[in-house]
Each structure stands twice: as structure tokens, then as C-alpha cells.
Nanobody, 125 residues
Framework: QVQLVESGGGLVQTGGSLRLSCVAS????????MTWFRQAPGKEREFVAA???????YYADSVKGRFTISRDNAKNTVYLQMNSLKPEDTAVYLC???????????????????WGQGTQVTVSS
């Protein structure tokens, strides 16, 4: 089992920045693919960013160039630095984990075994 706890959400104006954190426990952190998803009201949960084998990263087109995912294995933590935020980034942001593979991680929610509770990000216009 893996437990995930997110933090760092809040209210920010358009163009502002936030850094989300997700602390994992219960399994060797370095062996996990760590991914951020988000879900806006009335919409499907969508992939945002992932970090996996040898710290390779992958982003949704909608956040590429604005968001950066990183990890600190010593702290069992994955981060999502979000810059140039837009109102359409408003959502609950959820951290997810699965066993790491060499291949680029899936963006399908059903392929992730472990989920956090989420942290709310609201971007005002």
C-alpha cells in the first residue's frame, strides 16, 4: 500500500504561481511513477504531468511550458510547480502512483493504484 497526501493548493490570480507537494509513504518512493491529475467541476479527471524512470517527465499539452514536475526521493515527495496560471487551471489536483516502468506512463486514471485526496487550486480572473 502507498499513502499519498497533497498540499499547497489555494487561491491565486491569473498569471500567479503555486507549488503543490505530494508526500508518499508505505513503499520505496524511488520505485514509483508519480503523476498529477486534475478534475474540474463537471469534467473528467485529466492527466497533467508524470515523472518516472530516471526522472523522465511528461506533460499534458495544456500545461507544457508552464508546469514543472519534480521529485525528491530523500523526502518521498513529488512537486508540481505551476506558473502563469490561468482560470482554466482551476481544479482539484490529485497525486497518483503506480509501480514504475521504463515505458512512458499511461495517462489513464484506471491504471493507477494509489491516489491522494486532492488539493484545490482556484485561479481568479
Amino acid at each position: 500500500q502507498v499513502q499519498l497526501v497533497e498540499s499547497g493548493g489555494g487561491l491565486v490570480q491569473t498569471g500567479g504561481s503555486l507549488r503543490l507537494s505530494c508526500v508518499a509513504s508505505g513503499r520505496t518512493f524511488s520505485s514509483l511513477t508519480m503523476t498529477w491529475f486534475r478534475q474540474a467541476p463537471g469534467k473528467e479527471r485529466e492527466f497533467v504531468a508524470a515523472i518516472w524512470f530516471r526522472d523522465m517527465t511528461y506533460y499534458a499539452d495544456s500545461v507544457k511550458g508552464r508546469f514543472t514536475i519534480s521529485r525528491d526521493n530523500a523526502k518521498n515527495t513529488v512537486y508540481l510547480q505551476m506558473n502563469s496560471l490561468k482560470p482554466e487551471d482551476t481544479a482539484v489536483y490529485l497525486c497518483a502512483a503506480r509501480a514504475s516502468t521504463i515505458a512512458r506512463p499511461t495517462v489513464r486514471t484506471g491504471d493507477y493504484n494509489f491516489w491522494g485526496q486532492g488539493t484545490q487550486v482556484t485561479v481568479s480572473s
